[in-house]
């Protein structure tokens, strides 16, 4: 059954009265720790500035989602190759 208008306005105001913690923690899988070799920081800071994007989480997340929607697999083993 489709939500009411009143019951979706609702739901916003008891997701607008969360902390950002308490948004965070509702949203969030779990956190990863990296540590990055010099070469693969000034790789990530080159695809970032190609992608004009200034945070890494949003650049992982791209590449992430990007490798996901690889079907081929040979294409898939292709790009996460390493040469």
Excluded: C, W
């Excluded at 965070?24 to 695809?47: C, F, G, M, P, W």
């Amino acid at each position: 059954m489709a939500k009411t208008p009143a019951q979706r306005k609702k739901e916003q105001r008891e997701r607008d009265k969360l902390s950002a913690a308490e948004r965070e923690a509702r949203l969030l899988s779990r956190q990863l720790v990296t540590k990055l070799y010099h070469n693969d920081d000034a790789a990530l800071k080159r695809i970032m500035a190609r992608a004009r994007i200034e945070e890494e989480q949003d650049m992982i997340s791209r590449l992430i989602r990007g490798a996901d929607r690889i079907d081929d697999d040979a294409e898939f083993k292709n790009h996460i190759r390493i040469v």
